[in-house]
């Protein structure tokens, strides 16, 4: 932090002069200030510290929070400073303490009736006596100042204090058995002392009393994003109490918009707070009798036998009258492979009869969430329940971007006295981004959890007890995210892929693309133009070549290089993709899919899904096309099989020639390739091989066709490994004839596997 930078800091900080301003610095600015000057050793000036410290105590005030681990350091600063808002903020404290202190006082209890005996009228007003002598020692006489709070305040005590002369004047005539008929002066100093109360209260700065607001709209613009729903839902607010006012003046409207509601989003877009806060305009607004919000889902409707689904619903909607029902993931009610002892369908009948029936209907408001596509297709598959929604009455929660999540990420670790400093919220973001994968990401839910593993993984590894200060136990480094952020392997899958035996050519072609990806991300970061990176590609070759090893190598270069965010390999087959019956094919392709979202989908034998134009493998490929463009960059699919097959398969279908550039060619392994991976997996289990072994394989690989390449090799070490253990059989050998595989054992191993192959 600079000279300059400093001083303009402590020019921000003291042009804060009133509670009623906005500090010039938000609570987690004030905490990453604090953090700079303490990493580089400098200090603000005394007044410029103290008032800084008592904006954090503001903030902290403001948020309802107790600040005990700030007292310290408060009182000290307050003797350097005697600034205006460091000794108001100390007042401040005080003054919240004696109210907290004093809306815990139940005078009520202490009022006295007319019929009260003598010795009950004794303990009520000894029992008040006690009270205010308690409160009395509470009062700071060290408090100076002329404001309506210091007035307000002295009134308070002053009233204690008059309260103290009449309960002893009680006290004394009960005791003495003298007349205390006159009990409204006793009575009257109890009511005039929450009239002080009050009044005190109406003093203290607005901040306070902020968080008592009720008003849901205020709710709503508090939260982060969401600037479309904000927009729809003031307007909203302002169409419904419209309406009322034209009602009032005696206008009819016979064809309402009606309160039922449906909000769709994806995971922790904020579907049910949305819908709690609507419940609650609409009480405001004396649509509803109350605010209550009755939540239930499938389970809690759909009964197991006949008749128990009816009744479920119909308990709930009785229990919902004058509210809400939330009906969270409600396309679950109607299931596409619903059987006839699924019983969803009757929950929508009674919920449709019962917002329609006489009995309840507009008595409650049903408000439905879910999966937009999900939400989408239940109700148009329901007509009858389709059209209680009317089109207006739909409200679609977008995802939030990652600038907002980390706001969300920022908010969650405040309101559990954490910050992140400047570099640990840049590493947080990145984490976002890479949490962000597929519609399953669970929005500010995800952050959020985020958020604690972060914060467990600083408690699990911190020493006890807490002897440093204690700013240093509210920060989060980016050494602490980096432990959920670790992308480092075991081995760079740029040094596995240099460790395969052969595979020159496809090793430079790797090298070469995952070369070309690093700079065109450089090249993206430093805001530069950047070619299109075409990554789906061909794996061509037979079998055992080594196509799907290198393809999960690749995937995680690629997860290195910062373009995929999972780095993971999901290998299909046609049954993976393709079902028997109409319709089914998009939705198991889009499964697989989703299960490779982040990562590389790797289909090998690819040109089986293409089998003629009537096939369910057309549908296969064209929801794979359809997809591979959705998703774009968040997914590279692979295809792979023989050479000729995968030509004339891609060939044949325009969009996946157009998005297919890349193509890879497996070569088979040459004998001496084939004798090297041999020697790899024979030294990998700590075997060796006697003299004659490698001429006689070397002999057989020269004679013969070999198929199966690699495959071939690894079937025929793990045979003969299991031959020479039928030739030690159950007697004692030593460590040498357990670690030697002789050419015998290689032979029975050839034959078996040759005739397994041939078979």
Not at 98 to 122: A, G, H, N, W, Y
Not at 673 to 688: A, G, K, R, S
Not at 726 to 744: F, N, P, W
Request: glycine residues 6%; charged residues 30%.
């Amino acid at each position: 932090m600079s000279t300059k930078e400093l001083q303009k800091i402590e020019e921000n900080i003291k042009s804060w002069q009133s509670f009623d301003e906005t500090p010039p610095y938000n609570e987690i600015e004030i905490l990453r200030i604090l953090d700079k000057v303490e990493q580089a050793s400098i200090s603000l000036d005394a007044d410029a510290e103290a008032i800084l410290f008592s904006m954090l105590t503001f903030y902290r005030l403001k948020r309802n929070v107790a600040d005990d681990h700030l007292n310290k350091q408060l009182d000290l600063l307050n003797n350097k400073s005697e600034h205006p808002m460091v000794t108001g903020v100390q007042a401040l404290k005080h003054y919240l303490g004696i109210f907290q202190e004093m809306k815990e006082t139940d005078l009520s209890q202490f009022q006295i009736r007319e019929t009260d005996f003598d010795p009950v009228k004794l303990k009520k007003v000894k029992g008040l006596l006690a009270e205010m002598e308690r409160l009395s020692k509470l009062k700071n006489h060290q408090l100076n100042g002329t404001d309506k709070l210091k007035k307000a305040y002295d009134q308070i005590f002053e009233q204690i204090e008059w309260i103290e002369d009449v309960a002893e004047t009680m006290v004394y005539a009960l005791e003495n058995r003298k007349s205390t008929k006159d009990i409204q002066p006793y009575n009257e100093a109890m009511d005039k002392l929450k009239y002080q109360m009050a009044l005190f209260y109406n003093e203290l700065p607005s901040f306070i009393k902020e968080k008592t607001s009720t008003d849901p709209l205020d709710e709503l613009t508090s939260m982060v994003g969401l600037h479309q729903v904000k927009d729809y839902i003031n307007r909203y607010y302002q169409y419904l109490k419209y309406q009322q006012e034209r009602k009032k003046a005696g206008f009819q409207m016979v064809d309402e918009q009606g309160l039922n509601m449906v909000i769709t989003g994806n995971p922790g877009t904020g579907k049910t707070t949305i819908a709690r806060l609507l419940a609650n305009i609409y009480y405001r607004l004396g649509l509803l009798e109350t605010n209550e919000v009755v939540e239930v889902n499938r389970s809690q409707l759909v009964g197991s036998f006949m008749g128990q689904s009816e009744e479920n619903t119909l308990n709930y909607v009785k229990k919902a009258l004058g509210g809400v029902l939330f009906i969270d993931e409600a396309y679950n009610l109607k299931r596409e492979d619903q059987t006839g002892n699924d019983y969803g369908q009757a929950v929508i009948d009674t919920l449709v009869s019962s917002m329609t029936s006489n009995e309840y209907a507009n008595k409650f408001a049903v408000i439905m969430a879910g999966y937009p596509e999900e939400m989408e297709h239940f109700l148009w598959a329901n007509q009858g329940l389709r059209s209680r929604f009317p089109e207006g009455n739909f409200i679609q929660l977008p995802d939030f971007s990652n600038e907002e999540l980390l706001q969300i990420a920022e908010e969650a670790a405040l309101n559990n006295d954490y910050f992140f400093t400047e570099e640990a919220r840049h590493r947080f973001l990145s984490l976002i981004d890479k949490s962000r994968v597929d519609e399953s990401f669970g929005n500010a839910r995800t952050v959020k959890d985020l958020v604690l593993k972060v914060i467990f993984h600083i408690g699990a590894n911190h020493s006890l007890p807490l002897k440093e200060n204690w700013l240093s136990h509210m920060r989060i480094t980016e050494h602490d995210i980096a432990a959920l952020d670790d992308q480092q392997e075991s081995t760079e899958p740029i040094n596995q892929l240099e460790q395969l035996i052969g595979l020159d050519n496809v090793k430079e072609e790797v090298k070469k693309l995952s070369a070309f990806v690093q700079v065109q991300q450089k090249r993206k970061a430093r805001q530069l133009p950047t070619v299109p990176i075409q990554l789906h590609s061909v794996f061509s070759g037979n079998p055992g070549t080594g196509k799907t090893t290198v393809a999960k190598i690749f995937a995680q270069i690629l997860k290195q290089c910062g373009l995929l965010k999972r780095g993971h390999l999901v290998v299909a087959s046609r049954s993976d993709l393709v079902a028997g019956f109409v319709g089914q094919t998009a939705i198991k392709t889009k499964n697989k899919i989703r299960e490779a979202l982040g990562g590389v989908l790797f289909i090998d034998e690819a040109y089986s899904l293409f089998r003629g134009e009537k096939d369910f493998g057309k549908e296969a490929i064209d929801t794979l096309v359809d997809e591979m463009t959705k998703h774009n960059e968040n997914l590279v699919v692979i295809l792979a099989g023989y050479k000729n097959e995968m030509e004339r398969f891609i060939a044949s279908n325009p969009g996946l020639e157009s998005r297919f550039k890349k193509y890879f060619h497996f070569e088979d392994y040459s004998t001496e390739e084939l004798l090297e991976m041999i020697d790899y997996h024979v030294e990998t289990f700590q075997y060796q091989l006697d003299n004659e072994v490698m001429e006689y394989v070397t002999e057989q690989l020269e004679n013969a066709t070999i198929r199966g390449n690699g495959r071939f090799v690894v079937n025929l070490v793990n045979e003969a490994i299991q031959y020479q253990a039928l030739r030690l059989g159950d007697v004692e050998e030593t460590v040498e004839q357990l670690e030697l595989l002789t050419k015998k054992d290689f032979e029975l191993a050839w034959k078996s596997v040759r005739r397994t192959k041939e078979a």
